[in-house]
Nanobody
């Protein structure tokens, strides 16, 4: 069992910044990768950024160069620094974690989501 709690959402004007944070608890030692997804009304949930234990980072093209994902493995946290925010970034942002189960299985977990609203 992995529990994820997000914080840091809010409302900002275009061009502003927000820092999202996520803290994991439970079976944290089995977590493989952590990241952030977002979902706007009427849209599918999409990947924003993912951080692997080996330092690999993946970003959605729409946020590349503006967002930075950071992971503290020892502290079981992941954060997302969002700069130069745009109205199209408005969405509910979800922390995610993939947990290794046994030797070949895996399970994904989600936080409750935090609202990010960017006004023009």
């Amino acid at each position: 069992q992995v529990n994820l709690v997000e914080s840091g959402g809010g409302s900002v004007q275009a061009g502003g910044s927000l820092l999202l944070s996520c803290a994991a608890s439970g079976d944290i030692f089995s977590i493989s990768r952590m990241g952030w997804y977002r979902q706007a009304p009427g849209n599918q949930r999409e990947l924003v950024a993912t951080a692997w234990k080996n330092g690999r980072r993946e970003y959605a093209p729409s946020v590349e160069g503006r967002f930075t994902i950071s992971r503290d493995i020892a502290a079981h946290t992941v954060s997302l620094q969002m700069n130069n925010l745009k109205p199209e970034d408005t969405a509910v942002y979800y922390c995610s974690a993939v947990r290794v189960v046994g030797s070949t299985g895996w399970a994904n977990h989600w936080g409750q989501g935090t609202q990010v609203t960017v006004s023009s």
